[in-house]
């Protein structure tokens, strides 16, 4: 079976990651690269090994994590789809079972929120592992991050983390933002449409989702 590591080694792969990042970061968005990818990739796959999927859905989810970006060499818009698009022909050429990578190249064709949707186990944990990737490491502007709310929502945040409560069946979400840079409800005017898709994805799992900010519980 194709794992994570044949991925990342493959080279039209990493020319994809490569040239997401320069777009993105020419256009001035958040950090894409593959600290993003590798992150997502794991994440998803925490996330589905800790609510007690198999083994090979587990390696699809994280592989869906890694190439779900890639979509941004072409362009940022429909990044979604034409990503599922490189992707399913990447996978095939590696050999691939066909049945693994329409699984895969669903996930990705879901995973942002103006388009996307959880379908499936892979897509759900893929959207929690991406949307919770919220942090001023991924501030790359060299321009005063307070210019644009994204990239100073992001700079506030010097925390996140996410984690599974099986006992109570909910998925948390923790930030610490610090508020003397931006207010917390500016996080809500940028993000509040992904975590309604968050919230949708911990329901398809089977969970409910809690996002906890500085302490205090927002959203349950």
Known sequence: MITLTDVEENEKVKALIKYSKIQLDEL?????????SKLVALRTGEILQ?????????????????????????????HAHTGATLAYQILIDMKMDADDATNI?????????????????????LILADKTDVHRSRVTTKEDPNLHIHNRVNYAVQKSELTIDNQKK???????IDTSITQIM???????????????AAKYLGQRLELVINGSVILQ
């Open 170 to 176: 909910k998925i948390v979400v923790k930030l610490q």
């Open 28 to 36: 001035g968005y958040t950090e894409h690269s593959v600290r993003h």
């Open 105 to 125: 190249i669903m996930a990705i064709g879901n995973h942002d929120e103006l388009t996307g949707t959880p379908v499936s186990p892979i897509s759900a944990a």
């Open 50 to 78: 800790q609510l007690g999927y198999d083994e090979r859905l587990i390696t699809l989810g994280m592989i869906a994590g890694y190439l779900h970006d890639i979509g941004n060499a072409i362009n940022r818009t429909d």
């Open 186 to 200: 500016d996080y809500f005017e940028i993000f509040t449409q992904r975590m309604v898709m968050c919230k949708k």
